[in-house]
């Protein structure tokens, strides 16, 4: 009897436990990373805040007068934690000379982050202001210059504005950007509403991290003219936890952060695989987007006809793509309106529609079985299916955490 092993796919409260072949794919090293880093976040964070790399401490980098914006990230994991020790870095309860302001994106879901703004700690409410950026009011937004390549670029006034600029964030690939983290917070987040929807559409999946992206010269570009002095980011785990912190000069927090990303999440292989299986972190925010990252994952790990297990703890989609998927009878033919007119969804259900192009895709989810049926996929209730699938398959391959990751795949395959 061939041996076997167990693997454990966490999604908020949904869990699944499974038996796989000795042989098969399973990608561990963030696992193993998160296991030693989930006790020490605290300790994680004040070491990179009073030991950041190309910089002096964040507590030397402000005097009094100083208008320091916190631009905020709001998928970065230990949020509240993160923003905790920044503050007590600016020592703002010890000097109201600083005027510190939390700026935050628009909300997708239109709540003004009312969630996360409850998690944030409250030391410090009545000395820092929140401000939630709205791309569509002209009086928010100022010039900032025009780019190498001739776009003129607009932001955020409170970003204009700024003595310092602090950014928290989370470095990790992206499909548009190559790598996303430091620049890539503010921009084009803190932008116009047109900039906003330009960007996003579809990413290059075709294109390694490491080519050249226009997008991320002009993200960098941006970071450079509005004078961005410091960065804290985060390296996540398969449960979204960090399991790195670096902060201090931006370009060398990025350089540091995609060494450490490379090493925990860049995966090769040599073959592809009958079923893979993955798994998105829980905390439904932004769970279609993390969905539709893990997809596109898969799909490079999944041969052509292979099956693809999703563990994800997301809600029904609402946005104006999803509902135009569960309508349409032929969803490519949505994939070219699609890129032309990219809806706050676009991304992932375009992710979503490629990826049923190479293989069925099963969901285990809080999704209602016909949902998921009129969005092209096979809805799963347990645990025993997703064995079921495993016993049937001829190869397999694991993935917690995929939505981080980048999969490298051989010429011959």
Known sequence: MSSSTQVT????????????SADALIHRIGCSESANASDNVHQMIAEALRLPTGWPALSECVVPGDRVAIVVD??????????????????????????????????????DWQKLRSELPTAYGPLVAVHVHDPRDENQRGYLATSAGGERVYMSRVLLDADLIVTVGMIGFDSLLGYRGTSSVMYPAFSDATTIQEASGQGHPELTPDERRPMRDLVDEVGWLLGTQFSVQVLPGVNGEPVHVIAGAPDQVQAAGQSQLERLWRISIEETYDLVIVSVPGGRAGGWKKLGNALEVACRLVEQGGRIVVVANVETPEGPAAGMLRRTQEPEDLL??????????????????????????????PVPAEIVEELGMYSLSSEKEIQRLIDQSRSTAVLPGANFAWCDVAASV
């Open 9 to 20: 796919l966490n999604s908020g409260p949904i869990s699944a436990s499974v038996t796989v």
């Open 74 to 111: 709001p998928e970065t994991p230990a949020l509240s934690e993160i923003i905790d020790q920044v503050m007590q870095q600016l020592q703002v309860p010890g000097d109201e000379g600083i005027s510190p302001t939390l700026l935050l994106p628009e909300d997708p879901e239109g709540q």
């Open 336 to 365: 070219k309106p699609l890129r032309r007119e990219p809806t706050s969804d676009a991304t992932e259900i375009t992710q979503l529609i490629q990826a049923q192009r190479r293989a069925r895709i099963y969901l285990l989810s």
